[in-house]
């Protein structure tokens, strides 16, 4: 947020038309943000968002990352205990979520092994729950990366669409 405060203060951008894109760890991000600051950011689109460590922890192709994000050491012959599992879940977007009030756009690949679907089904489940206006675009044949030819067209074409629609619904 400092650094968005930072380019505010020079002038040369809209502070009421501010959006925000990230994807996996900026997702995680972006994520956090609209959570944390409600109603600064018109719009946010993203691609594969990591939203609940603790759930992130059993479906990653990547677990020693999530630990080691968090600040824990990791040991592939254990478990996390309760209190870790508390941890990583009070480190995560979902817990501020209920905040939020930015329409969201969320793309996910369905074969995505670095951060599972289910991470931005949950955020989907949650912003849907308050009435935030949310899409889910789900891609089939795709990966984290979102990257076959048609599945990147369709995601940079539907994230002008997302932003043009949020800045366009409050005028």
């Known amino acids: 947020m400092f650094a968005v405060e930072c380019v505010l203060k020079e002038g040369v951008v809209d502070s009421e038309n501010v959006l925000l894109i990230g994807g996996s760890h900026g997702g995680f991000i972006g994520c956090h943000l609209i959570g944390q600051y409600p109603g600064f950011y018109k719009a946010f689109a993203t691609r594969n968002p990591v939203i609940n460590l603790a759930s992130k922890l059993g479906t990653t192709d990547i677990p020693d990352h999530t630990m080691v994000q968090a600040g824990f050491d990791y040991a592939p012959d254990q478990l996390p205990t309760p209190p870790v599992l508390a941890t990583l879940l009070s480190k995560s977007p979902i817990t501020y979520i209920s905040q939020a009030t930015t329409p969201v756009l969320i793309m996910l690949g369905e074969k995505d092994k670095r951060?599972?679907?289910?991470?931005?089904?949950?955020?989907?489940?949650?912003?849907?729950?308050r009435g935030i206006p949310v899409r889910l675009l789900w891609y089939p044949d795709d990966n984290h990366s979102l990257s076959n030819v048609d599945t990147e067209a369709d995601v940079f074409m539907n994230i002008a669409v997302w932003f043009n629609f949020a800045l366009n619904r409050t005028q």
């Open 115 to 129: 951060v599972h679907p289910s991470q931005g089904l949950e955020l989907h489940r949650a912003l849907k729950a």
